[in-house]
């Protein structure tokens, strides 16, 4: 790294009015650079204290009460929380539990059947695997055509586009808001409402914008959503995902697993199932009570922090870290125009995979996407502009090796 | 309570070889009898320690490099050794991840997709609501018939009950091992075979059997199987379930919900879904890894114990228990046969809810079910015979002035 990097970081950190923020994370060892936030987000102190008051307390002491007491409405609490700082989704529309993956099953599912008659879904050839997976999973299933729209690898799907395959025949379309790879960030409302005016429902994967780039899914008429917990929000590996239910859409749907805790009236063990009324009809099993408490501390960092906050410091990281890519000579496969960009850039190079591996060797930690991504993650909330500046550089002297 | 119960309950406790291991537990408070492991385990005092282990080290320094070096392989490697501790299964059978409910969901439509022609599943109308509930919901979907069994309320299933409803439009069998209100303990070996002889697959929940009842489920040929681990395996609230699935049905089924990290190669970020080979295809969504922490503690404990040494208690603990009911005149509705019950009982009483509400505000802490059941649930490695006199005789007391 030259002087002139090194002090220009020292700069914007100096600058940053979101910088005391990284001190509320545990350390993170060896590693010098972390530049994978949005795959899996690091841990918070606050966590640490919560699990242990969490075992100790509500768990040990507490016991079955706790049910009673709390975790019953503990997903609708969080999904709440979630939804004002987070989502812009007034209460009882968000709820927390199962994967992103089988959320989306749900949704789609019930979503198809709200929709009789229409045959054909819309989904993008670059949308994150899993969505694509069950989307084609539920098409053989129910004999359903998915219109595929082919996007730009350092872009993404436009109104155009899906305005061009929506018709009459349409049931859903199922989007990211951000995509994975390029991280283009999608004409959210723009989308929704062509598709209304096709009569057909929306589904968005906000799994790389929710808790980085700010939402209004209410305002924007959004219908359905999903999203994880462990990139930008931090829950931890593995940790429950969210579903977002528009409030007039509830009684209107229903999901294909049939959960007693799903249920009208869970512990009457009556003879058949009723649905819930309201967004806890979109629940099945026990939801995952301790799988969820590192989320609640982030939650309450965004609350602090700001989204506007976050979203401005996030453009800023990604606007640098293209600069020194530009600088380095290395390709940027991301938008250039801010407004279009989620929370990482991905930089494109054929010995990506290589250089990612030697990266992890030294403490620089980006993630590898395939064909030829290097992808730059970067959390707001626990980034250095020092962190970005050093990272880049090892990426460009590791590259300028790779021949 | 008599000094003659105090007394007894002192000797059962001092002769009691597995009494040492309640020392392993979290202090539970003001709790003076916690009569409800079955519906929510104890924490183990571990667990604080992997806990926080986990968040400092795990998580917080391996961060996104956890997937690589052993997070991928967690649902397999903990599902191996609960099925080698817990379950009779040999490796590569078992696995972490999902609820009960969703793992019910996906393992009975593999089942019926697996039995194409056959319209008819079978099950009983005391199984536990989610059972009866994800069945009803995939009838209502694939247009089946439900077979419903009716049980006597202190009793179970029998091989003859199932026997008269099975034929060759069976597809699936679906059961509890262990009635969650009688605690009657199903002939599994039998009940599977007579299926068998009628080419239907059975499914058995084991939820109220898994880490106190010994299996043998490779022995018994058991086709599927899931369960909950938060009760015997003391998990934590909402911890993850597993799911059994023989090994000579994995290339055979098929589940719905098509998931990346139940593909074969999830980081290629292929065009088209390709079921991985043996039990990950029954994974669907990220694995929740922070939320089977606990349970990992538990398999150890299991393991240190004993599984037959823990039945030998259980099978002590519910005489026992049942000895103090008749002693005090409450009416006992489980088994009188320690062969045909599992680890808990239940005690009847009109006034059985009231009761309940009563004994939780003095620390007794047993569980109501619907209609008129009191249930004592009774976890080997965390319950003392003394907590069983003492809360059985404040139950007594209890429904004494209860009219």
Redesign the interface.
């Known amino acids: 790294m030259t002087g002139a990097v090194v002090s220009r970081a020292a700069e914007l950190d100096a600058a940053d009015p979101l910088a005391g923020f990284r001190e509320r ?7 010098r650079a ?1 530049l ?1 936030g949005n ?2 987000g ?2 918070l102190r606050a ?2 204290e919560r ?2 008051r969490f ?3 509500a ?9 009673d007491e709390q ?1 019953m409405d503990e997903p609708l609490r969080a999904g709440d929380a979630l939804g004002r700082v987070a989502l812009g989704a007034a209460n009882g529309q968000t709820v927390i539990g ?5 959320l ?2 749900k949704l789609i599912r019930a979503a198809v059947d709200a929709r009789p008659g229409r045959t054909e879904l819309v989904c993008d ?1 670059d949308n ?3 969505d ?3 989307l ?3 098409a053989a ?1 129910l004999g359903l055509r998915v219109r595929w729209i082919d996007c730009a690898p350092d872009g993404g799907v436009t109104p155009d586009q899906v305005a061009h395959v929506l018709g009459e025949n349409t049931a859903l379309v199922l989007l990211s808001h951000v995509a994975y790879r390029s991280a283009w960030l999608a004409e959210l409302p723009e989308i929704t409402a062509l598709a209304h005016q096709h009569g057909a429902l929306v589904l968005w994967d906000l799994c790389h914008s929710v808790g980085v780039v700010p939402l209004e899914l209410d305002d924007w008429g959004v219908d359905l959503a999903v999203g ?1 917990t ?1 990139k930008y929000l931090n ?7 969210f579903a977002y239910v528009r409030a007039d859409l509830h009684e209107r749907l229903q999901q ?6 799903g ?1 009208g009236a ?8 009723q649905p819930a009324s309201g967004i806890r009809r979109f629940l ?9 408490q ?1 989320l609640l501390d982030m939650i309450d960092l965004v609350t602090e922090a700001g989204l506007p906050a976050i979203r401005e410091k996030s453009v800023t990281l990604t606007e640098y870290a293209m600069a020194l890519a530009d600088q380095f000579g290395v390709t940027v496969a991301s938008p250039r125009d801010g407004a279009r960009r989620g929370g990482h850039i991905t930089l494109a190079h054929p010995a990506a995979r290589e250089a990612t591996a030697r990266l ?1 060797e030294i403490g620089v ?1 980006p ?1 590898f ?2 064909p030829d991504g290097v992808r730059i993650g970067l959390s707001p909330l626990s980034t250095s502009f020092a962190e970005v500046a050093d990272g880049l550089s090892a990426l460009a002297t590791v590259l300028s090796h790779a021949g």
Do not use: H, K, N
Request: hydrophobic share 40%; with cysteine.
């Open positions: 994370f545990v350390p993170c060892g060896d590693v972390y994978d795959s899996l690091r841990p966590s640490r699990l242990l075992v100790d307390q768990w040990g002491e507490r016991l079955i009460r706790g049910w975790w199962d994967s992103t993956s089988v989306l099953y050839r994150f695997p899993t694509r997976f069950v084609q999973g539920i299933e994880c462990y829950g931890g590996p593995g940790a429950p995902a294909p697993i049939w959960g007693w805790m249920a869970p512990f009457a063990m009556g003879e058949t199932y099945s099993g026990t939801p995952p009570i301790l799988g969820m590192p992890w930690i993630d996407r395939p």
